[in-house]
Nanobody
Framework: QVQLVESGGGLVQTGDSLRLSCAAS????????MGWFRQAPGKEREFVAA????????LHAVSVKGRFTISRDTDKNTVYLQMNSLKPEDTAAYYC???????????????????WGQGTQVTVSS
């Protein structure tokens, strides 16, 4: 069992930066791939970024590539999402997720993940 708690969301202006954190508790965190997804009102949850259990491979959605960076600190059991040059279209609830690897679907899909956090809201004003 893994528990995930996101933090760091807030209300910012276009062009600002935020860093989201996802603190994980439970055993074997270092063996889980981690992902960030977001969901805007009336829209489906969409992939933002993912990092493998080893941290040596990261994936970013095209819409955030070059602006967002996912990273993990295994010693702190925490995954981060650094978000720069924020735009109004980045406004959404952001969710952290953990994958044990038992589900053989791509890291870019929600079905890959076994555990989810409660989400943190990011609002970017124009």
């Amino acid at each position: 069992q893994v528990q995930l708690v996101e933090s760091g969301g807030g209300l910012v202006q276009t062009g600002d930066s935020l860093r989201l954190s996802c603190a994980a508790s439970g055993r074997s965190f270092s063996s889980y791939a981690m992902g960030w997804f977001r969901q805007a009102p009336g829209k489906e949850r969409e992939f933002v970024a993912a990092v493998t259990w080893s941290g040596d491979i990261t994936l970013h959605a095209v819409s955030v590539k070059g602006r967002f960076t996912i990273s993990r600190d295994t010693d702190k059991n925490t995954v981060y999402l650094q978000m720069n040059s924020l735009k109004p279209e980045d406004t959404a609830a952001y969710y952290c997720a953990a994958s044990s690897g038992l589900r053989r679907t791509p890291l870019t899909q929600t079905g890959r993940y076994d555990y989810w956090g409660q989400g943190t809201q990011v609002t970017v004003s124009s």
